[in-house]
């Protein structure tokens, strides 16, 4: 800068010189200076602006000064570039030296290493070697884990499956039966393989072991269904998931439910002859004996123990077979049940004969058999026709009360008929008539009071065939048919004395035509049933051998 500096500064005119104006340096300068814009030229600027920090006065002695002081200056500059430069230059060669240490360290390692190799050639190959054959031994190591998780149990199953006979069942000897099932249908891979061998051992090691599986299940589950003989019964999860496990052996399934059946049997048996002796706990309800002076209550608290008793075990037998999805189930609830309920129907029957037989009335006799039909349906629907014996014996005695009713409904009419009572003196009911009114309002009440489903009382009236009712059959209509003959031979044999005192002979008459009228058009009605086919009558016309018209020809 210094030096610019001094190139800049203008030059003196040699003397006796004329100066022209276009070629005197100093003008030239001048014009170069005055040309110059600084604030384009950056390398201007920073000489100017690094002048700037040591160049404070400016003076004629400053001015002097300045290339000597930019010289002093960059001098200064430079040395103490070369003194950093020298500590840089030390540091270098310290480096150098440690980088040639470490090269010869490196050289003598990669000798000895060298060395070693050619030493270690033969174990290096023997450890390559007895890798590749321990990664095969690991491998072939996997495989028999695998293959014996898949194949095999562990011998915490196999104890949970050989367990003793005193040990319980839990839901772990499921999990370990179902663990040999799904071994034993695995197996079957390996038969379409080279493995035969195996395949074959596995699966008749799986068969033994599910047979002594299955033995023990059938004996825990024989000895739990033993011990429901309690009046309430409660089914654990384990004994349900027993019998979904039996499934699969159809025998010791059935032996199962008819030890359940049995259990339960005797059960029913105990609480129902306990019910009728000595009712419940504490007295309350009260013995049904008790009530043996009321058929219909008596009667109708042996049928409502029965009803219950009835639903409370299918809901048992459905709570324990509930997990069990092989076709038939339903078919085995409803044998179970109707084994359980046999062992009722004996002393049911006896008691209940006991009642009918001892012919407690026409309308009690009747409102007996409308309740005997009514649980008879009510049973039906809850367990089907799967309680066969129980229904059964309800049916019979049903049959029984109503052959008693009709037996005394008969016994009454035949009383009337035998000997018929004159009616007062004002030509009115007589008392007979007015009993027998009475008896047949409170039957009718009773039917349109019952508890039996409207078909099933509408069904009171449709008796099957008409040769099956008492009293209606082939022999019984003769007999009677050899009577009416003989009302035809003389009609008036028959006539009421009571006419005689009838003043009015026209009265008279029309009594008598009107009486007529009645008989031909019951006979009329009688004809036809007989006739009709689905009565079921053998050669009906020996049985009425007159036609209607025949009756009335010879009654007119």
């Not at 031994?137 to 028999?144: D, G, I, N, R, T």
């Not at 092989?326 to 002393?347: K, M």
Request: glycine share 4%.
């Amino acid at each position: 800068m210094a030096d610019t500096a001094a190139s800049q500064l203008p030059a003196v005119p040699s003397p006796g010189l004329p100066a022209a104006p276009g070629s005197n340096p100093l003008s030239r300068k001048l014009n170069k200076i005055l040309e110059t814009r600084l604030d384009n030229d950056k390398e201007m600027l920073e000489a100017l602006k690094a002048l700037s920090t040591f160049f404070v006065e400016n003076s004629l002695r400053t001015r002097r000064n300045l290339r000597g002081d930019i010289e002093r200056r960059s001098l200064a500059i430079n040395e103490e570039f070369v003194h950093i430069f020298k500590q840089v230059k030390e540091e270098l060669e310290s480096i150098n030296e440690d980088v040639q240490a470490m090269s010869s360290c490196c050289e003598d390692m990669s000798s000895r290493l060298k060395a070693a190799k050619e030493q270690t050639q033969d174990l290096i190959v023997k450890t390559t070697k007895l890798q590749a054959e321990n990664q095969r031994l690991e491998m072939k190591a996997q495989v028999a884990d695998a293959f014996i998780a898949k194949f095999q149990l562990t011998p915490d199953e196999m104890n949970l499956l050989r367990g003793t006979k005193d040990e319980p069942i839990t839901e772990d000897f499921f999990k370990a039966l179902g663990r040999v099932k799904q071994i034993h249908d695995d197996v079957k891979i390996l038969l379409r393989t080279n493995q035969q061998r195996a395949g074959l051992e596995i699966m008749e090691q799986m068969a033994l072991l599910q047979e002594t599986s299955y033995e023990r299940l059938y004996r825990w589950t024989q000895n739990e269904c033993r011990t429901l003989t309690q009046e309430s019964c409660d089914i654990s999860p384990v004994l349900t998931q027993a019998m979904e496990a039996l499934k699969d052996r159809p025998v010791l399934y059935k032996y199962t439910l008819d030890e359940f059946g049995t259990a339960r049997r005797s059960a029913v048996v105990r609480g129902f002859i306990d019910a009728l002796t000595r009712g419940g706990l504490g007295g309350t309800p009260r013995p049904i004996e008790m009530h043996s002076h009321d058929p219909l209550r008596y009667i109708g608290d042996m049928l409502a123990w029965l009803h219950q008793a009835t639903a409370s075990e299918k809901e048992h037998l459905e709570a324990m077979l509930k997990l069990v999805t092989i076709e038939g189930v339903e078919e085995n609830i409803q044998e179970v049940v109707g084994h359980i309920t046999e062992g009722v129907c004996r002393p049911l029957k006896v008691r209940i004969e006991q009642v009918i037989v001892a012919e407690p009335g026409a309308v009690l006799l009747y409102k007996i058999s409308n309740l005997l039909k009514f649980y008879h349906h009510t049973i039906s629907g809850i367990v089907g026709n799967s309680a066969a014996t129980l229904l059964t014996t309800v049916e019979e005695m049903h049959l029984l009360s109503k052959k008693i009713f009709f037996n005394s409904l008969s016994l009454h009419a035949s009383k009337l008929m035998d000997k018929v009572e004159l009616p007062p003196p004002d030509l009115g009911p007589s008392s007979a008539l007015n009993q027998t009114l009475n008896l047949l309002r409170e039957v009718l009440a009773s039917h349109d009071s019952s508890v039996v489903p409207l078909d099933a009382r509408q069904a009171d009236f449709v008796q099957g065939p008409l040769s099956s009712l008492p009293n209606m059959d082939s022999v019984s209509l003769k007999v009677a048919m050899a009577q009416f003959d003989r009302y035809l031979s003389a009609p008036d044999s028959l006539l009421m004395a009571q006419l005689n005192f009838l003043l009015s002979a026209t009265v008279k008459e029309q009594i008598i035509k009107q009486s007529t009228e009645l008989v031909c058009r019951a006979y009329s009605e009688l004809y036809a049933a007989v006739m009709d086919p689905s009565n079921e009558y053998k050669d009906p016309e020996t049985i009425l051998h007159r036609s209607p018209h025949q009756v009335q020809a010879l009654l007119s």
